[in-house]
């Protein structure tokens, strides 16, 4: 089903039966049928759905919010499925960008929240290394220069096309396949520190982590069990940020103890 919600339209998959729900939350640049296998699993044990984030979505061909958004309109826009569709208070299966608005829906509207499973969870930054800062202000300086070319009016399409260029060369695998609008929603995105969020979460939280993660090190994960009250963490030995499809039947073995039987 397509809603439209905070001026975006927004595609549910929706399924299953009962008093208990679900929401499945996917990562950055995926679809809800990341999230696949864990939907047709709980389906047959309660009510599931599953978003479609705008700008993500399937195939990649998902509309674009009305506007740049942050993880803020993302957790108004997931808190106003909730509500639309009777789920409170739903359980919350989240993957990477995912758990980044669950941390923040969970933290804002504890009682539209049940138990949660986070998987791959982002929201705390990486420190930034010398070799880092170093790229980035190499990078500002020259696109600073592009932008002083465009003021000068005179070298046509030149400045933008320098632009691109420095995107594609500096700019993470992730940012570079981006709209111009959907760069300014992820550059809104990853500057937002959830961390001191954490502790406000009610939700009993099943952090499930791959110990070779490297998008969201393992260490993330075991300060997330360390802040939220009632944490426990999974890790899975040689798998990486998508330990959940790696090992997905004992993922979702862990889920049902979880979800289904409170264990």
Known sequence: MRLEICGAQVDVTFGGEGQRAALLLHGWGCSAQMMSTVFAYLEKHMRVAAIDFPGHGKQGKALPPPKPWGVEEYMEMTAEVIRRLDLAPCDIVAHSFGCRVAILLASTYPELVGRMIFTGAAGIPKPATGKATAKHTLYKGLRGAM??????????????????????????????????????????????????????????????????DTETPLWMGQLMEEKIPDAGLVVEEGCGHFAYLEQNAKFLRITGSFLLEGR
Not at 168 to 193: A, C, E, H, W
């Open 147 to 212: 932008n002083a070319l465009d003021k000068a009016h005179i070298f046509g399409d030149l400045p933008e096309k320098g632009r691109e260029a420095l995107v594609q060369k500096f700019g993470s695998p992730d940012y570079r396949v981006l709209t111009p609008d959907m760069r300014k929603t992820f550059n809104k995105v990853i500057g937002l520190d959830l961390t001191d969020r954490l502790d406000k979460i009610q939700a009993s939280t099943l952090l499930y982590w791959g110990a070779q």
